[in-house]
């Protein structure tokens, strides 16, 4: 069974800057696994940011980015707010069919 | 304006069936493939299956094990996912979610672009 790994938990002071990865049980993480990332605030639905491991979406803010990093899918926020702390999920594709998320990140910003 | 609306989900007895809906609207439905994904109470996100704009070709968690079947009528813009020997651990809120291409293949474009709210199902004797 595949399993997708991210960091259970991470703190990042406002305006600062932090990193969170998705790892994959199977090996490194390529662009071939198309990682998308995702954000969801308590009792709301999750909300895509960024898909095939770099491409915004046009509600993005610019702050966000993704990128591949030391064989992980990697997210990035740059000059945090405080309305970034939430959950934030990976998703990766196993050849079309197969979609995993990862466990989650719960940000916090303190 | 694009929207997905669950419904269906409510209290159910283990071992019973249930099938859930999602109707969507502002887009054009049989362009894209369609997924659905739960979330347990106080865990993270689950894809569970996914179907592409003509229903060819269909994709299942490995968890399933044939108890989830995803179908969708692009006449009624719906789609629906029945769930058969329910568990107590299918608790859960259900999601329904638009894909960004049209098809279960591998491409830049895949993305879950829209979001239902979700419908609850909570399984309990």
């Known amino acids: 069974q595949t399993v997708v790994t991210q960091e259970p938990s991470l703190t990042v002071s406002p305006g600062g800057t932090v990193t969170l990865t998705c790892a994959s049980s199977?090996?490194?993480?390529?662009?071939?696994?198309?990682p998308g990332w995702f954000q969801q605030k308590p009792g709301q639905a999750p909300r895509a940011l960024i898909y095939s491991t770099t491409n915004k979406h046009s509600w993005t803010p610019a702050r966000f980015s993704g990128s591949l990093l030391g064989g992980k899918a990697a997210l990035t926020l740059s000059g945090v707010q405080p309305e970034d702390e939430a959950e934030y999920y990976c998703l990766l594709y196993y050849g079309g069919a197969q979609l995993v998320f990862g466990g989650g990140t719960k940000l916090t910003v303190l | 304006e694009v929207q997905l609306v669950e419904s269906g989900g409510g209290l159910v007895q283990p071992g019973r069936s249930l099938t859930l809906s999602c109707g969507a609207s502002g887009f054009t439905f049989d362009d894209y493939a369609m997924h659905w994904v739960r979330q347990a109470p106080g865990k993270g996100l689950e894809w569970i299956s996914g179907?592409?704009?003509?229903?060819?070709?269909?994709g299942y968690a490995d968890f399933v094990k044939g108890r989830f079947t995803i179908s969708r009528d692009n006449a009624k813009n719906s789609l629906y996912l029945q769930i058969n020997r329910l568990r107590v651990e299918d608790t859960a809120l259900y999601f329904c979610?638009?894909?960004?291409?049209?098809?279960?293949?591998?491409?830049?474009?895949?993305?879950?672009?829209?979001w239902g709210q979700g419908t609850t199902v909570t399984v309990s004797s």
């Open positions: 199977t090996g490194a993480v390529t662009s071939d696994y198309y």
């Open positions: 979610t638009k894909d960004n291409y049209s098809t279960l293949v591998t491409n830049p474009r895949r993305t879950m672009d829209v």
């Open positions: 179907i592409s704009w003509n229903s060819g070709r269909i």
